[in-house]
C-alpha cells in the first residue's frame, strides 16, 4: 500500500492520502455497510490508481468515474455493497467477477476471497486491469479476455459470482459454475422499471431451489454480448 508521501508526490496535493481513503470508510458506515471484512479490504485498496491521475482527487468520492471505452469504475458503495452481498458474513474460497474493468471491484474481492477470477469483453480494458492489478502486487486473481452472459468454457466452481453490468435477465449459463448454497449478485432490470435502472438482485442456490431478491436501485453500464 502506499504510504501518505508516496500518493502526495502523485497528485501533488494529498487528495488522495490514507486519511482521505478512511475518510471514505466512515461515509460507507454511515450508508450501512456494516460487514468489518468488507470495509478493511476496501480501506486496502488506494482507489486512485485506478483512474487517470486527472481524476485521482475524486478518487475518494462516492461517485463512479470514466475509464476509457465508455465504461467506468464502480462507486464504492457499489462495490461495498456487492461485496458484501456475495459473502453474507461468510469467509469466500473463490469468486468469478464478470466485467472487470480497470480492475478495482477485483481488487476488493481479492482482498475478502483466496482466488478471484474475473472476466472482461474489452481488450484493452483487460490490459488496463492487469497493470493495475500488478502494481498492486495481487496474486490471487486470475484475468480472462471474455464473453461473461455466456459459458466461458472453464471447469470453475465458485462460492460467488459477482456481476459489475446491468443484465436485462439471469445470466444462466453461468449459475453452473456456483457450488452448493452459492450466490450471484448482480444488477438486473426489473420488468416495468426505467430504462437503465436495476436492481441489486441476490441470486441464491438453496436446497429448497433458487431463491431470487431484488434490493437496492442502481444504474450500471449494460451487459453486453460479444467480444471487443
Ligand atoms: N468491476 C468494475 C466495473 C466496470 S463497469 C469496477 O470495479 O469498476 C462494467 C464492465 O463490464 C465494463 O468494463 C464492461 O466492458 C464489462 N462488460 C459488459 N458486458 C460484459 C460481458 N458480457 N462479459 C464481460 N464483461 C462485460
Not at 485498496?45 to 485506478?50: A, D, T
Not at 464502480?74 to 458484501?84: D, E, G, I, K, L
Not at 459454475?177 to 436492481?199: D, I, S, T
Request: with cysteine; hydrophobic share 45%; glycine share 10%.
Amino acid at each position: 500500500m502506499a504510504t501518505q508521501g508516496d500518493d502526495r508526490q502523485r497528485t501533488g496535493i494529498g487528495m488522495t492520502s490514507p486519511r482521505t481513503r478512511a475518510r471514505m470508510i466512515e461515509r460507507l458506515r454511515e450508508q450501512g455497510i456494516d460487514d468489518e471484512v468488507v470495509l478493511a479490504a476496501i480501506n486496502a485498496v488506494p482507489r486512485h490508481i485506478f483512474v487517470d491521475e486527472a481524476l485521482a482527487i475524486r478518487a475518494y468520492d462516492d461517485v463512479p468515474l470514466p475509464i476509457g471505452h465508455g465504461q467506468t469504475i464502480s462507486q464504492p458503495w457499489v462495490v461495498a455493497r456487492m461485496t458484501a452481498l456475495a459473502r453474507n458474513g461468510r469467509d469466500l474460497d473463490s469468486v468469478l467477477e464478470v466485467g472487470t474493468g480497470c480492475g478495482y471491484q477485483t481488487a476488493v474481492l481479492a482482498n475478502v476471497a483466496r482466488h478471484v477470477y474475473s472476466v472482461e469483453r474489452i481488450g484493452a480494458l483487460v490490459a488496463k486491469a492487469r497493470r493495475n492489478l500488478q502494481s498492486l502486487k495481487l496474486k490471487n486473481v486470475s484475468l480472462k479476455h471474455g464473453d461473461g452472459s455466456h459459458d466461458l468454457g472453464e471447469a470453475l466452481a465458485v462460492d460467488a459470482i459477482v456481476v459489475t453490468a446491468g443484465a436485462t435477465h439471469v445470466p444462466t449459463p453461468l449459475l453452473r459454475y456456483l457450488k452448493p448454497g452459492g450466490r450471484m449478485v448482480l444488477p438486473l432490470a426489473q420488468p416495468g422499471e426505467e430504462r437503465g435502472l436495476q436492481r441489486l438482485t441476490v441470486i441464491e442456490l438453496t436446497p429448497a431451489g433458487i431463491k431470487e431478491q431484488a434490493l437496492d436501485a442502481v444504474r450500471f453500464v449494460p451487459l453486453l454480448s460479444g467480444l471487443a
